[in-house]
């Protein structure tokens, strides 16, 4: 039985990527001076240097979760076309978008009753998620089945690394990631503090550093230490509008790990409104988160 795959814009996916994919993307939204945004629209590109501007300014950015009607809309046109949905969702730890869709999921249920619809909390986030999207859509063209997948993406979410670094502590701040005190004397120390995504699938510090340079080389030092087989792998980069820096982070992971390739993406406009300008993330499989 063919399956179609759908994720959310939280993936990062480029217009490029979702076209050779051939996946689905349902949009989460951010809203600028009471006006409401998508973060993902199919063919058009994102003008994301005047957003991360717009941040830079200090503009307040609201986000809001994925809808009900967006997430109907989607699992309709694939299961209307006799197809089954793998449906892959931001960390339910991060946003309730997962459970939207899984409310959904279960409110069409009865009205499909020949189509299967599974779900994959991925507990991942930026262009992690869409790293396991690709990793699922490889499953696919292969030959797995939707059940296959499934099941190799719930065997192996957990090993998703995500490393990244932040330039901006007042972003952290502001959603309540850090405290005052902490983002005032990080900021007088030029402290940059060092994360990754829990198995839980929240956001968490495991270090900090001085300098943005010494940032790097230390989630380039982390990678060889929890990786698996880099030299195997597809690895993907996403940037808050600082795309030397992840150039010199990709050239450092390739001469050190001589992995197969790098992917750069930008953080989307969701994700970025509470990460900041300068975010710096690496994502790839390893033994462990």
């Not at 967006?70 to 089954?84: F, S």
């Not at 959904?104 to 189509?115: G, H, I, W």
């Not at 450092?252 to 953080?267: D, H, L, M, R």
Request: with cysteine.
């Amino acid at each position: 039985m063919s399956f179609s795959i759908i994720t959310d814009s939280c993936a990062n996916l480029t217009n490029e990527q979702v076209k050779n994919y051939g996946v689905k993307v349902v949009s989460l939204t951010y809203i600028v001076k009471d006006t409401e945004y998508l973060g993902y629209v199919e063919g058009e590109e994102t003008d994301y240097k005047a957003f991360y501007d717009l941040l830079r300014s200090k503009e307040a950015v609201k986000t809001s979760l994925v809808s009900y009607e967006r997430v109907e809309a989607a699992l309709k046109e694939a299961l209307d076309a006799g197809k089954d949905v793998l449906y892959l969702a931001f960390s339910s730890a991060l946003s309730g978008s997962c459970q939207i869709v899984r409310s959904c999921m279960e409110d069409l249920k009865d009205s499909y009753p020949d189509r299967k619809m599974l779900l994959v909390d991925t507990l991942c986030a930026c262009t992690g998620q869409g790293l396991l999207v690709k990793y699922a859509v490889e499953k696919k063209n292969g030959g797995a089945s939707i059940d296959e997948t499934y099941r190799w993406l719930e065997d192996n979410k957990l090993r998703l690394v995500h490393l990244f670094t932040v330039d901006d502590l007042f972003f952290l701040k502001r959603g309540g990631r850090i405290s005052g005190a902490t983002a005032v004397m990080g900021t007088i120390l030029n402290f940059k503090p060092l994360l990754h995504v829990s198995d839980e699938g929240k956001l968490v510090p495991y270090g900090k550093t001085r300098g943005r340079a010494n940032a790097i080389n230390e989630i380039v030092k982390r990678m060889g230490e929890v990786g698996e087989d880099l030299s195997e792998q597809d690895i993907f980069i996403a940037h808050g509008d600082c795309v030397e820096d992840a150039e010199t982070l990709a050239q450092k992971v390739i001469e050190a790990y001589g992995v197969k390739s790098v992917t750069i993406n930008y953080i989307d406009q969701v994700i970025g409104s509470h990460s900041g300008p300068g975010t710096l993330a690496i994502f790839f499989l390893g033994k462990e988160r």
